[in-house]
């Protein structure tokens, strides 16, 4: 076996990757499975558990993975440097789930050093997206 580099196969599973992920967290949402903390009814985003409304983070995840596919299937077309797209995802996935994540119900999921385990996955993903965007050539990203 050659070794082969890694980068443009996640290259080319990012750039599609936030689409099945619609469909994956809309089944989040559908169950309800992953609460946030409490709201108000007259919050549009409110979802009714049994304890009251709260935000569904399925939900919010949801909208952001549309979002996020928006911006990557509308790059399809242009050519762009290896890697692009692995910063592209890296990079806005990584402080939107950060944020989410303060809107998760903690008083059902636990606390580390006052972040999620989601959160503090975060922290890398984000310096690794800086990183692989640092390293990408500029002269190859015209249309």
Known sequence: N?????????DIILSI??????????GC???HDHPGIPTSNANWLAVAYPDGPR????????LLAILLSVAVASNWHRTRPLGWYVALVS????????????????????????????QWACLP????????????????TSD
């Open 2 to 10: 050659k070794n082969r580099p890694l980068l443009p196969f996640a």
């Open 55 to 62: 935000y569904d983070l399925g939900l919010l995840e949801m």
């Open 125 to 140: 993903l984000f310096a690794f997206g800086i990183f692989v965007a640092t390293r990408i050539p500029s002269a190859a």
């Open 91 to 118: 990079l806005v996935y990584a402080p939107a789930r950060f944020a989410l994540d303060f809107l998760r119900a903690v008083d059902l999921d636990p606390l580390y050093g006052g972040l999620t385990p989601a």
């Open 29 to 31: 949402a559908v169950v």
């Open 17 to 26: 990757l936030p689409i099945p992920w619609i469909a994956a967290r809309a």
